[in-house]
């Protein structure tokens, strides 16, 4: 029997990685071939336990460069792909919103674009997962939860770009055909996750001492899904979803900023041997996002009823196999932050 091949982009990211790794361990039939640009996001060091497989191949790759894309989906002939590559820290896309036109915009179209044109209308047992973003909805207020019938409505130039992508695939399906489905996640914790986004930054300067920056007053609330959990929907949507189909996936898990900064400290109290009550002295107070949405939250029973996946971790736990990882991985969390990071926060952060 021949080995199908399926492309993951993104996948030496946070999340890509946890998928790469959950397909390459699970599926031995199938051939992961894992396509990314390794911006400063990616990193081969977050798949260094499979990166012997057999069943895998990493390509170093720029989903924007149209003629490579088509040569891939050449040379591979893939059943699937599942599409992660993109450029995702919010506050990057305040700074420079172009690369977020380009790469999560531009480079899904050449990926679309290469599907259709590679499969020639033969889309027998093919499928093209794009994952995106909660964000794509906007806000909340106080009440109610985003659905997969929320009315679109981005708000910074990354949620625009995610929500600009998800037209263009729904728009491949309705007009070529093509065999895709969306799924729209909240926020993703656990390890390997760059220490720009909330949760690691706050563990790394925790550990340095350094303040912790928490936006405007801390009250704007996330929903938050270990990464795992997102891993294994991605799985289940990936070989059980429905074409045309959007998914919402989320943990049922709101917490404001601040309560969360507020946990973390004392778990890291604990963690370091510090007396309680020490880190929570680094809490900063600082000038608040542009743009920035109050409340997420996701309704995710559609998928908990059609296809029966669940969250497997309470908050606590996933929170404290967080920190542990990131204590047992200083030399990780070294290597991502020593270069062009240190740039980016002196940009980002006027803070010592
Ligand atoms: P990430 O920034 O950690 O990883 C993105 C990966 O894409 C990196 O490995 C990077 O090198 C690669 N990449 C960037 N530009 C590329 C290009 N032009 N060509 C090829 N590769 C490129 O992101 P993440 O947090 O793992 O997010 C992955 C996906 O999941 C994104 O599409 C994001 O919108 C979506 N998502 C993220 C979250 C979250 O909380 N992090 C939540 C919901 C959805
Ligand atoms: P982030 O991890 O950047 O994810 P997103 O913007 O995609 O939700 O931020 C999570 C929340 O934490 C968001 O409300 C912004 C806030 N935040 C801070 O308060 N301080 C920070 O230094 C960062 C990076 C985020």
């Given at each position: 029997m021949s080995k199908k091949n399926i492309l993951i982009t993104g996948g030496a990211g946070f999340i890509g990685s946890h998928v790469v790794r959950r397909f390459v361990k699970n599926y031995p039939d199938y051939t992961i071939i894992n396509l990314d640009k390794l911006t400063y996001a990616g990193n081969l060091a977050n798949l260094r336990d499979i990166d012997h497989a057999p069943n895998y191949r990493f390509v170093?790759?720029?989903?924007?460069?149209?003629?490579?894309?088509?040569?891939?989906f050449r040379q591979y002939n893939f059943e699937g792909v599942i599409h992660l590559a993109a450029e995702s820290h919010v506050d990057r896309s305040i700074a420079n919103p172009m690369e977020f036109i380009m790469t999560n915009i531009v480079g899904t179209v050449n990926l679309l674009n290469a599907a259709r044109e590679i499969w020639k209308g033969d889309f027998n047992n093919k499928r093209f997962y794009h994952i995106s973003t909660d964000e794509v909805y906007g806000s909340l207020g106080n009440s109610g939860f985003f659905t997969e019938d929320t009315r679109y409505d981005p708000h910074s130039p990354y949620s625009a770009s995610k929500a600009s992508s998800d037209h263009l695939v729904r728009a491949y399906y309705d007009t070529y055909g093509l065999p895709a489905l969306i799924s729209n996640c909240s926020n993703?914790?656990?390890?390997?996750?760059?220490?720009?986004?909330?949760?690691?930054?706050?563990?790394?300067?925790?550990?340095?001492?350094?303040?912790?920056?928490?936006?405007?007053?801390?009250?704007?609330?996330?929903?938050?899904?270990?990464?795992?959990?997102?891993?294994?929907?991605?799985?289940?949507?990936?070989?059980?979803g429905k074409n045309g189909e959007t998914y919402n996936i989320g943990g049922h898990n709101e917490w404001k900023n601040i309560d969360l900064i507020q946990l973390l400290c004392k778990v890291m109290d604990r963690k370091l041997n510090r007396p309680e009550g020490t880190s929570a002295q680094l809490i900063t107070f600082v000038k608040d996002r542009a743009g920035h949405d109050l409340r997420y939250a996701i309704d995710s029973s559609k998928l908990q009823k059609e296809l029966g996946w669940k969250p497997s971790l309470q908050f606590e736990e996933g929170l404290e196999k967080t920190v542990d990882w990131y204590l047992n991985n200083q030399q990780w969390v070294n290597e991502v932050t020593s270069g062009e990071y240190k740039n980016y926060y002196e940009k980002q952060y006027d803070l010592r």
């Open positions: 170093k790759g720029d989903i924007c460069d149209s003629e490579f894309m088509l040569e891939i993703n914790y656990g390890s390997f996750q760059f220490p720009e986004k909330l949760i690691p930054l706050a563990i790394n300067n925790i550990c340095n001492n350094k303040p912790v920056p928490v936006y405007g007053t801390g009250e704007n609330i996330r929903d938050w899904l270990f990464v795992e959990d997102h891993a294994v929907a991605i799985d289940v949507i990936y070989h059980y």
